[in-house]
């Protein structure tokens, strides 16, 4: 089992930024992936952006491409996003997942999920 703890989210004015972090621990040495997804009310969870736990490889929703990064500290087994330029359509609850495998975009493929941390943008 691998849990992970999201933290981070917040009221921020639109154009600021915030930073999210995840914390996995248990069975971490059997992740391969991680992701952040979104959930805005009414409306379906969406891929966000992704990371190969080593770091080589990252992948991110066209919809944020530009405005976030996604980054691990594998020290610390955590995960960050950072979200510059935040927009009105940003507001969401955020969560992290782990994935065994490398299919980023598809939600189903990550075992395990955090509770989700708020992130809520005001225009």
């Known amino acids: 089992q691998v849990q992970l703890v999201e933290s981070g989210g917040g009221l921020v004015q639109a154009g600021g930024s915030l930073k999210l972090a995840c914390a996995a621990s248990?069975?971490?040495?059997?992740?391969?992936?991680m992701g952040w997804f979104r959930q805005a009310p009414g409306k379906e969870r969406e891929f966000v952006a992704a990371?190969?736990?080593?770091?080589?490889?990252?992948n991110y929703a066209d919809s944020v491409k530009g405005r976030f990064t996604i980054s691990r500290d594998s020290a610390k087994n955590t995960v960050y996003l950072q979200m510059n330029s935040l927009k009105s359509e940003d507001t969401a609850v955020y969560y992290c997942?782990?994935?065994?495998?490398?299919?980023?975009?598809?939600?189903?493929?990550?075992?395990?999920w955090g509770q989700g941390t708020q992130v809520t943008v005001s225009s």
């Open positions: 248990g069975r971490t040495s059997s992740t391969n992936a």
């Open positions: 997942a782990a994935s065994t495998t490398w299919r980023p975009k598809i939600s189903a493929t990550y075992e395990y």
């Open positions: 990371i190969i736990w080593s770091g080589s490889i990252t």
